[in-house]
């Protein structure tokens, strides 16, 4: 029986307990006045803010993991668009780390694995998880430096991190993965972190190659459009000629007759084609959309005033900066700013993968 269909009652509790047992007690205490309230608790502080992506995912184990061989993952909600932000993410979580790069296993936007870090959009991943990334790596560099120290018995002063390596002054070493155990890294982070000085750095704001470009000039699966599963279908979807179109008819017939063609599917407004190969959808989409008929209405906003348009939708406000007393002359300036609307439009189609396994789980 599945647990969201069952019903909990007291008959199932009682017999699946083999019992239920009520006690109270009765005494002269009973005809007295009963005791005042309790007095209201203090509500617990809320959690300190963290920075970045960090006060979302809290933890440091979210986001670095060392494993007991001296392996190291970093994790990261973001993705690689061709932006390059694998790269420079490896660079924070190495620096702060004391490795070398190629010592990181760098995981990007998985969802089984990696923070939630929502969309990879705004230009936001270094704001967001760059930030998060080298708190987090600051953090635990300090949480090994300390365990090494009560190890050796000498003080956190008397130690360096170096290549995955705890050294003492006095020639003692031990490698991360000696230093972890179970719960080391399994620790809320702190607001504050210890990071390096900009004079020490050795790989932030170095030259370090893109480590996207090898695949793309390789051949290599550098993106989903590039994955090829055994027995994959293609799939290509109609779209309408205008935004919130609806799709009042379309006659199928042809396309279930072009070679390769698996279904035709329809969900409300939605139009699409399944086929055996790429090419085959392609052509599919472009037979059904010429058989496709679509009722339009006016929906884009008021073109001759867009800057009040854009006020009115949903949107997100944040400080771009600001300033401390600039005169003592009590004046006060005030100036609004506007620029036109823009899309960052794909060069590429939109596109996923789904492939579902023989143990009941969907990988998208």
Known sequence: ???????????????????LVVSFSLSRAFAQAPA???????????????PG?????????????????????????????????????LQVAAEE?????????????????????????????????GTAIRNAAAQVRALLLAEAAKRFGIAPTELRAENKS????????????ELVSGQTLHVEAQPQSAFKQPGSFRVMGKPLPRVDIPAKVTGQPAYVHDLRLDGMLHARVVRPPSP???????????????????????????????????????????????????????????????????QRLEREVGTVAEAGVISSSGKVFEATYTRPYQIHGSIGPSCAVAQMKADGTLDV
């Open 1 to 19: 029986m599945g647990i969201l269909k069952d019903e909990i009652t007291r008959r199932s509790v009682i017999a699946g307990a083999g019992g």
């Open 244 to 310: 919130a179109a609806e799709l009042t008819e379309f006659d199928q017939s042809a396309a279930d007759g072009m070679p390769g063609v698996v279904s035709v599917v329809r969900d409300g407004n939605f139009l699409a084609v399944v086929a055996e190969k790429e090419f085959q959808a392609v052509n599919a989409m472009r037979t059904l959309a010429e058989a496709a008929r679509w009722q339009e209405r006016e929906t884009l906003p008021d073109q001759t005033d867009l800057p009040a348009e854009l």
């Open 36 to 50: 005042p309230p309790a007095p209201p608790t203090t509500p617990p502080a809320p959690p300190a803010s963290l």
């Open 97 to 129: 780390l004391e490795v070398n790069p190629t010592e990181i296993e760098f995981i990007t936007a998985d969802t089984g694995r990696t923070p939630n870090e929502g969309f990879t959009a705004g230009s936001q991943s270094m704001q967001n998880s």
């Open 53 to 89: 992506s960090l006060d979302d995912d809290r933890f440091l184990d979210s986001w670095i993991r060392i494993n007991p061989d001296n392996s190291i993952t970093v994790f990261t909600g973001k993705a690689e668009l061709g932006q390059g932000i694998r790269t420079a993410l």
């Open 166 to 177: 705890v050294l003492a002054k006095d020639g003692r070493s031990a490698t991360y993965g």
